[in-house]
Structure formats: structure tokens, C-alpha cells
């Protein structure tokens, strides 16, 4: 389509091209018998040409102001330009998650309480608390400068774009961040709707908000293990309940695939606790695999989400994105004991580093296909002071694993954007 009207625009300006020639032309016969004007007809007839091409150029400009879309009028009266920051966040090769919090007094990017789809149980302040420090902090990456987040150029770059998450409920705050993110761009809030009308619910399998006005979806999925759960078999221990089936994808893994961006997450879940402790066990091509760790256990499932990938997703279309395990801060590992501190940590105590995140590393580099890695876990290592601590819908129950929205992950889709982005 832009072709076509690039070419009708030259034609309507082609007829003014000969009358650019005939006029040099005639100042070359008029001078040509004058060595001292033939230099100046040569330099006449070059600069014809130049205007010429450059009231093409910008005429093509006015006529296509897209390429004028990532221009962003920031807080303090200044331009913005994502295309030239992005071009040389490209260039550098820069590592978006290597980098440190900055205090930013515009933060935060979206009032909670403004957010239909932002759960209740995850806004701080509505659920009481005082101290706003922990809002006020940026992301900024070590060895690259970024360009502020603008709502609207991420709705037009997702505009017919179908956005899936898929994991636990560390995925769904992400999901939310991300919607809460782009409703800031967009003046009829009206128009952004869950696809069936739910509320959000934490046992939904499946939830979907669509940007009307930009045709697009963002949806989140909940499987918490990404490989199939089950029944325990017949003749297990009285120990089983229920099994993982380690070699099969969810079942409900066949609605991701029509996706044109693909955000997983998996890991908080892979524990003794709401594992064994709760009478799940593995499972192997239909044997019980009662001696193997959690681990290795995990390593196996990422092995059959590798394989999956590869097989299933077509990555020519599908940006596919795995998230890292998420910083948590529990006090001495007892999950009864959750501190919330009103600032950053200062030492972040090996925090930084995950098995989880480990295993999530490896399984993407031993990937045949493209899929980026979305490693978030230094990213939390400090902010022990930015979880829900007991500011919840259920104050009586303490949370170092959640985040308060807004926090930490809008850090996580502001670093999505930019990938997509750049790209």
C-alpha cells in the first residue's frame, strides 16, 4: 500500500522533472559558448536536481507521518526519539537487565485504583500502606540509554497482535502490569474488555482483555508446571494425590500456539512444599517416578518445553520469551517471616542467582529456535521493600513472592517493549 502511494505521489510530480531539465538546458545554450559558465551551468542543472528530490522527500513525509510515530513528548516538554535511542540501544548489543533501580520522581507509570484489570489484592496502597518510596524507582540499564516508556507507540506496534502469557501468578501480575501499562494510551477505557466478562480471579485458567480501539489481545493462561497434571494411577502409594507428567506439555498448551508474542514462567510452584508435602509426584512415560528430585524433575519438564517449541510454535511469527524465577525475600527461608523494608536492600545476599533460573538459562540456549530470555532475577535481587508484604486482601497471610502493582513488574514489560521493539 505505501509502495503504490509512493508511486502515484512520483508520478503526479514526474511531469515537473522535465521542466527541471528544459530550464537547465536552456541556461546550458544561452552560456555555452562561455568557458567561465559552463562549471555554473554543470552546478545549476546538479542543484535543480537536489531540490527536486528533496520536495519529493518531503513531500513523502507529510503525505506518511508514521515514520514520525515514535517521536515522544516526555513529562518535561521534550522530544523523545524512539528510533534513534533504539537504534543505538540495538547497535550496542545492550544487555537490558544488566543495570540498577534510579530514583524517578515521575514514577509511577498508573494508578492501581485507575486499572479495572490491576487485582485488588494487588494494590499496595488501596490495601493500605503509607510509605510511596517504593513507587518511585526506575529501571535503568548499566551500559544503554532507554527511551521513557510511551503507551502509544507500543498500542500501535501490538495493533492486530494477539500478546499470551502462560504460568503462575507471578505471570498473571505481569499480565496485569502490561494492561495497565497500555490503558494509560488509551482515552475510552470503555473499549478494553475482558474477552467473556470474568473478573479477574486467580483459578481462572484463562483470561483475556482486548484494546478494541487497536485490535489485539493480551491473555493469560495459568499453568503453573507447564507439563500436564494428573490423577494419581491406580495401585500408588496411599502418598500420591496427583502426578506431573513430565513428558507431556498442559493440555491446554494447543491455544498458545496462534500467538504472536509468547511469555512463559515457571519455578515458584517447584518446591517441596506445594509439591511432595502436598502428594504430587512424577510421572514418565505413564511410570510413577517417585525417586526423582524436584530438580531434575524441573530440568525434564523445561526438556519437554523445548521440545514443544521447536515443534509446535512456528518462530518466524511467534516471538517466544521465557522469564527467569523471581527474586523473593523471605527471612531466613521461613515463609511465615516476610519483612518488608521501606527501601532497597543495599547487599542483596546472593539473591541475584536462581537454580530455577539456571535450569530456564540453559533450556534457551540449547534451543535450536529463537527464544529470548527475559532474566529478571538480578532485577529483584534488591527490592525487598516492593512485595505485598501484608498489604493484600488477605493481610493475615504475609507475601515476599508478590509484587505490588504498580513495581517491580512493569520493569519486566517496560524491557518486553523495548525487545519487541528493537526488532
Same mark, same amino acid.
Given at each position: *500500500? *505505501?509502495?503504490?502511494?509512493?508511486?502515484?505521489?512520483?508520478?503526479?510530480?514526474?511531469?515537473?522533472?522535465?521542466?527541471?531539465?528544459?530550464?537547465?538546458?536552456?541556461?546550458?545554450?544561452?552560456?555555452?559558448?562561455?568557458?567561465?559558465?559552463?562549471?555554473?551551468?554543470?552546478?545549476?542543472?546538479?542543484?535543480?536536481?537536489?531540490?527536486?528530490? #528533496?520536495?519529493?522527500?518531503?513531500?513523502?513525509?507529510?503525505?506518511?507521518?508514521?515514520?514520525? =510515530?515514535?517521536? $515522544?513528548?516526555?513529562?518535561?516538554?521534550?522530544?523523545?526519539?524512539?528510533?534513534?535511542? #533504539?537504534?543505538?540501544?540495538?547497535?550496542?548489543?545492550?544487555?537490558?537487565?544488566?543495570?540498577?533501580?534510579? !530514583?524517578?520522581?515521575?514514577?509511577?507509570?498508573?494508578?492501581?485504583?485507575?486499572?479495572?484489570?490491576?487485582?485488588?489484592?494487588?494494590?499496595?496502597?488501596?490495601?493500605?500502606?503509607?510509605?510511596?518510596?517504593?513507587?518511585?524507582?526506575?529501571?535503568?540499564?548499566?551500559?544503554?540509554?532507554?527511551?521513557?516508556?510511551?503507551?502509544?507507540?507500543?498500542?500501535?506496534?501490538?495493533?492486530?497482535?494477539? !500478546?499470551?502469557?502462560?504460568?503462575?501468578?507471578?505471570?498473571?501480575?505481569?499480565?496485569?502490569? *502490561?494492561?495497565?501499562?497500555?490503558?494509560?494510551?488509551?482515552?475510552?477505557?470503555?473499549?478494553?474488555?475482558?474477552?467473556?466478562?470474568?473478573?479477574?480471579?486467580?483459578?481462572?485458567?484463562?483470561?483475556?482483555?482486548?484494546?478494541?480501539?487497536? $485490535?489485539?489481545?493480551?491473555?493469560?493462561?495459568?499453568?503453573?508446571?507447564? !507439563?500436564?497434571?494428573?490423577?494419581?494411577?491406580?495401585?500408588?502409594?496411599?502418598?500420591?494425590?496427583?502426578?506431573?507428567?513430565?513428558?507431556?506439555?498442559?493440555?491446554?498448551?494447543?491455544?498458545?500456539?496462534?500467538?504472536?508474542?509468547?511469555?512463559? $514462567?515457571?519455578?515458584?510452584?517447584?518446591?517441596?512444599?506445594?509439591?511432595?508435602?502436598?502428594?504430587?509426584?512424577?510421572?514418565?512415560?505413564?511410570?510413577?517416578?517417585?525417586?526423582?528430585?524436584?530438580?531434575?524433575?524441573?530440568?525434564?519438564?523445561?526438556?519437554?518445553?523445548?521440545?514443544?517449541?521447536?515443534?509446535?510454535?512456528?518462530?518466524?511469527?511467534?516471538?517466544?520469551?521465557?522469564?527467569?524465577?523471581?527474586?523473593?525475600?523471605?527471612?531466613?527461608?521461613?515463609?511465615?517471616?516476610?519483612?518488608?523494608?521501606?527501601?532497597?536492600?543495599?547487599?542483596?545476599?546472593?539473591?541475584?542467582?536462581?537454580?530455577?533460573?539456571?535450569?530456564?538459562?540453559?533450556?534457551?540456549?540449547?534451543?535450536?529456535?529463537?527464544?529470548?530470555?527475559?532474566?529478571? =532475577?538480578?532485577?529483584?535481587?534488591?527490592?525487598?521493600?516492593?512485595?505485598?508484604?501484608?498489604?493484600?486482601?488477605?493481610?493475615?497471610?504475609?507475601?515476599?513472592?508478590?509484587?505490588?502493582?504498580?513495581?517491580?513488574?512493569?520493569?519486566?514489560?517496560? *524491557?518486553?517493549?523495548?525487545?519487541?521493539?528493537?526488532?
Amino acid at each position: *500500500m *505505501m509502495g503504490g502511494l509512493y508511486l502515484s505521489l512520483y508520478s503526479h510530480s514526474k511531469p515537473a522533472f522535465p521542466q527541471v531539465l528544459k530550464f537547465g538546458k536552456s541556461l546550458a545554450g544561452r552560456y555555452s559558448k562561455s568557458w567561465n559558465f559552463q562549471s555554473f551551468t554543470a552546478f545549476l542543472m546538479v542543484s535543480s536536481l537536489i531540490c527536486f528530490l #528533496l520536495v519529493i522527500g518531503f513531500s513523502y513525509l507529510f503525505m506518511f507521518p508514521s515514520f514520525q =510515530t515514535l517521536v $515522544n513528548v516526555n513529562k518535561d516538554g521534550n522530544e523523545e526519539n524512539y528510533s534513534s535511542k #533504539l537504534s543505538v540501544f540495538s547497535s550496542k548489543g545492550c544487555d537490558v537487565f544488566d543495570g540498577k533501580w534510579v !530514583v524517578d520522581e515521575s514514577c509511577p507509570l498508573y494508578n492501581a485504583s485507575q486499572c479495572p484489570f490491576a487485582e485488588h489484592g494487588f494494590d499496595c496502597l488501596a490495601n493500605g500502606r503509607k510509605d510511596k518510596g517504593y513507587l518511585k524507582w526506575r529501571w535503568r540499564p548499566k551500559n544503554c540509554e532507554i527511551p521513557r516508556f510511551d503507551a502509544r507507540v507500543f498500542l500501535e506496534m501490538l495493533r492486530g497482535k494477539r !500478546v499470551v502469557f502462560v504460568g503462575d501468578s507471578l505471570s498473571r501480575t505481569q499480565w496485569e502490569s *502490561m494492561i495497565c501499562l497500555l490503558m494509560t494510551g488509551i482515552e475510552d477505557k470503555g473499549s478494553v474488555y475482558e474477552l467473556n466478562g470474568n473478573q479477574i480471579n486467580k483459578q481462572i485458567r484463562h483470561l483475556g482483555v482486548r484494546f478494541r480501539p487497536f $485490535n489485539f489481545t493480551v491473555e493469560f493462561y495459568r499453568s503453573i508446571f507447564l !507439563v500436564q497434571p494428573g490423577p494419581a494411577p491406580k495401585h500408588s502409594p496411599k502418598r500420591v494425590k496427583a502426578t506431573l507428567k513430565l513428558d507431556q506439555m498442559d493440555d491446554i498448551s494447543r491455544e498458545w500456539i496462534d500467538s504472536d508474542v509468547l511469555v512463559f $514462567n515457571s519455578g515458584h510452584w517447584w518446591t517441596p512444599t506445594k509439591l511432595f508435602d502436598m502428594g504430587w509426584y512424577f510421572q514418565i512415560g505413564g511410570r510413577m517416578k517417585l525417586g526423582l528430585s524436584i530438580h531434575n524433575g524441573f530440568r525434564t519438564a523445561l526438556n519437554t518445553w523445548q521440545s514443544w517449541i521447536e515443534n509446535a510454535v512456528n518462530t518466524s511469527r511467534t516471538r517466544v520469551f521465557f522469564r527467569t524465577y523471581e527474586s523473593t525475600h523471605w527471612s531466613h527461608g521461613a515463609r511465615q517471616n516476610c519483612k518488608v523494608t521501606r527501601h532497597p536492600m543495599s547487599r542483596i545476599m546472593g539473591k541475584q542467582r536462581s537454580s530455577i533460573s539456571d535450569a530456564i538459562i540453559t533450556a534457551v540456549k540449547n534451543l535450536t529456535v529463537p527464544v529470548k530470555l527475559l532474566h529478571v =532475577t538480578p532485577m529483584g535481587a534488591s527490592r525487598s521493600d516492593a512485595h505485598i508484604g501484608s498489604w493484600s486482601d488477605n493481610p493475615s497471610v504475609p507475601d515476599c513472592s508478590h509484587w505490588c502493582l504498580p513495581g517491580v513488574p512493569d520493569a519486566w514489560n517496560e *524491557m518486553l517493549f523495548l525487545l519487541l521493539l528493537s526488532n
